[in-house]
């Protein structure tokens, strides 16, 4: 199956500085979400972006379907924004009805 | 905006004992998923269902599971005898069209179940 790969695995970030996460996946896709996991385990969509650059508010995104790759960009970081940072994407081709297959994460800590 | 919605938001039960846990996906979604997070783990895909079958399922998701849709509103998740491992966060998520693999899926707040 195809495979995510999240980098850099944890993060440490002091209240105001600007991060890029990235995704990396092993085959064409023709969806990603990225999430964030709060401290209460809860999963909040951020964006759903097969290709292109979306933003909302200090959140931005990019992907490069063609180069397998997804961009998280946070900036200006706030202590809310700690939590765990999730890509996932669905297999490309084959019978699978959109099972979302998930990488293992960046865990984001921004320090007051 | 519609969400998705789960109960319990914690459940506590000891080994072997029957669990359901209940989702209400999004009113006009038409795939619903169940999927499952160990403790510091990344979230695992358990099951899809699609018209009242399930389409596909993981290897984890055994004869111990199972999944209903018992009217208009609800899914559930039913595990039959829980195990230590069983322990987790279960999501569960729903998605708007037929071609699914190019539609988002919505996930709710999840289930933290404790199996002791």
């Known amino acids: 199956g195809i495979q995510v790969e999240q980098s850099p695995p944890d993060l440490i970030l002091q209240e105001g500085a600007n991060s890029t996460l990235r995704c990396n996946f092993s085959d064409s896709v023709n969806n990603l979400q990225w999430f964030h996991q709060n401290p209460w385990g809860q999963l909040i969509n951020l964006f759903y972006?097969?290709?292109g650059t979306k933003q909302n508010g200090r959140l931005s995104a990019t992907t490069v379907a063609t180069e397998r790759y997804s961009l998280l960009y946070i900036s200006s970081s706030q202590t809310t924004d700690s939590g765990v940072y999730f890509c996932a994407v669905p297999p490309a081709g084959g019978t699978s009805y959109g099972k979302l297959t998930f990488g293992q994460g960046t865990i984001l800590t921004v320090h007051p | 905006e519609p969400e998705v919605t789960q109960t319990p938001s914690h459940q506590v039960t000891q080994m072997g004992q029957e669990v359901i846990l209940r989702c209400v996906p999004i009113s006009n979604h038409l795939y619903f998923y169940w999927y499952r997070q160990i403790l510091g783990q990344k979230v695992e895909f358990l099951v899809s269902?699609?018209?009242?079958?399930?389409?596909?399922k993981s290897e984890i998701f055994d004869d111990q599971f199972s999944v209903e849709r018992p009217d208009g509103s609800n899914f559930t998740l039913k595990i039959r005898s829980t195990k230590l491992e069983d322990s987790a966060m279960y999501f569960c998520?729903?998605?708007?069209?037929?071609?699914?693999?190019?539609?988002?899926?919505?996930f709710g707040p999840g289930t933290r179940l404790t199996v002791t």
């Open positions: 972006i097969p290709s």
């Open positions: 269902f699609y018209n009242n079958e399930i389409s596909e």
């Open positions: 998520a729903s998605s708007e069209a037929l071609l699914v693999r190019s539609y988002e899926q919505y």
